[in-house]
């Protein structure tokens, strides 16, 4: 039976250009049963740090030796160096702009290399490394090429400045680092730091911004509709919600906004 | 050769958040082989009869055994409970909520079941069951994996409860029921009842919210660029249009305007 | 091993009603192994000449074979010719509107035919086009079928006027013909045409709308953040861009403005 090559796409080209669809051709020209599954196209222009979180949270749930390519790259063109890395046996090919922070604090680093532009970049254009070297590249992993082989072993690699949450006396204190579709604001404070620090996930207030949203509920559906609550979301953070309804919107909040958690 | 296996995937999570790419994760990672075809992810947020419509428009169309599975869950982590189907040889994972209602109205039910959300739920969120609990679902089916073995009979489901279109004397009277990407308003009066109920196609005039609009078109370019026109749609039903524009706007109509059909 | 079989879509169809994925269930149904990918479906309505252009920037990245189906059809159900051709390998099927034109002045023309409608349109709508003919046309190719047995030669079809760069003396003048979702602004004045007509790459200065922007950059990252530049694009096109911004919202430019090139 033929094996399957997954690859996914995230990038900050919208959907209504050709860009897209250049890259998956090629990708196809040159693996032609790859399967390629859309992350995102529609991380912010140039938003380094949204396309990270985003990663992050993806990439985990694909099967190993899926190849994953991230084309959020306002450097292209400039001596920025393009990487293709295994973490934690997914496969991932970026620009080394920080992009790989979430993803790099995941799953452990196995195998990295600086692409070779140059072999790439025949008549490479310098506005399109995703069609010219991103894809290409992404086909010769899909194809079974190794990372190691493909060239030499970056110094060192751009990581983002994150905010983490953090300890003050008996309060957990964080910040809202992602809004969703929903308007779901979602912290940087995790259940696992809530467990550790404060001891227990009952009995708990968490506030926004300064005021109090309320104990941390089983799901959203716990309270009346379009009501705020807070829940311990998909991705095991503290996040605050409106039943029905959009905490970004209702509450006045975004990035940045304070999130803390104490004793009731 | 290797069977194909279809799924598609309906939901209101948008396109920029990493749910979605999550949820194609979890099911390739159990089932490499499947061509996922995303229906939607723009259904307005929560809303159960948009997704219905949307559902029970594109499903038909699909292959037998194709599965199809629907995230529009407001109620995810209550006590609803989440089904699998199969209406017409399509297979379906969908949560109880009536998302069900056109599909079911346009396909007969031939086998139905709760899923046991404990079987699948040993780390499962309660917030985000797309990913826990109906992907591995649909990969379990996706597999071969039977419906009637999945879990016991529903005593009973969820319907919506959809305005249908009725007979006043002479007049067909219904209701626009959807608006499209295009302005069309697309109204609960089909083909089928027009001609039960008023014996012919021709002669005939359709008026939108008490104003007449015209005979039933061939289609869209038969009336000059910019006027209104009824035409029966691609589902078989009476749609007021503009020719090269939104008939939404231009007419300031959208779901519920009523819409009658009589003799001209 | 099975052979893949390519096929693209683009439309103006929008991603949230059902008439993407209705599309891909007949074509799915007819060709399980089909594999789709959705160049886009957000061409503003009924512009044949967006639709040219991103057709034309696409096709010739996918390997020969590769189906493309485009349905932007404002003429839809009128007698409007549905047209499938191949053009240097690339087969594809289109309302004979114009919107091959960019395509077939990048790709030879090879075979074409009059798609003959009555034998698709059994119970064929007169408005969705997309799913009673153009579907089933497009899985007949992908299975196999072959274009001159389709149906016969027309006696012309329609190419749409796209205004042309000129040569006044020694300056290049050209417009703006595509404002891409980054708001750079992509002209008509090719590279090629720039080295024949000036000589050089170098020394020179573009100017939009009147105003001078400045010498052709390597990319993008060359000039400050929030600098205006100008470059060679991924198509080998002049265009005028801002680094990590929008030149359209920058500029105050789009569709139309004159591009000039000349020596600085």
Chains 1, 2, 3 share one sequence.
Not at 216 to 223: I, K, N, R, T
Not at 241 to 257: P, Y
Request: glycine share 10%; proline share 7%.
């Amino acid at each position: 039976m033929a094996k399957r090559q997954i690859m996914t796409l995230t990038t900050d080209f919208g959907r209504r250009d050709p860009y897209v669809a250049v890259v998956k051709g090629v990708v196809l020209a040159a693996c032609p049963q790859a399967q390629i599954v859309d992350v995102t196209h529609d991380i912010p222009p140039f938003d380094v740090l949204a396309a990270s979180l985003v990663l992050g949270q993806v990439a985990p749930w694909f099967p190993p030796q899926t190849v994953h390519v991230v084309v959020v790259d306002p450097g292209v063109g400039t001596d920025r160096h393009i990487l293709a890395g295994r973490f934690g046996g997914q496969a991932v090919v970026f620009p080394d702009n920080g992009v790989i922070t979430s993803l790099a604090a995941a799953l452990p680093l196995e195998e990295l290399a600086i692409v070779p532009a140059a072999r790439f970049a025949g008549g490479a254009s310098r506005t399109f490394h995703g069609r010219d070297i991103f894809a290409p590249v992404a086909a010769l992993l899909l194809n079974g090429g190794e990372i190691p082989k493909l060239g030499p072993l970056p110094a060192t690699y751009k990581l983002l400045d994150i905010p983490a949450a953090r300890v003050e006396g008996r309060t957990v204190v964080g910040q809202v680092v992602y809004v969703d579709h929903f308007g779901n604001l979602v912290s940087n404070i995790s259940q696992a730091q809530v467990v550790e620090w404060l001891g227990r996930l009952d009995n708990l207030v968490v506030s926004l911004a300064g005021r109090p949203v309320g104990p941390l509920e089983g799901s959203y559906g716990f309270v009346p509709d379009g009501q705020a609550l807070a829940v311990i979301d998909s991705m095991g953070c503290v996040e605050i919600a409106v039943n029905r309804g959009s905490a970004a919107a209702a509450l006045g909040a975004g990035f940045g906004a304070e999130v803390r958690v104490e004793l009731a």
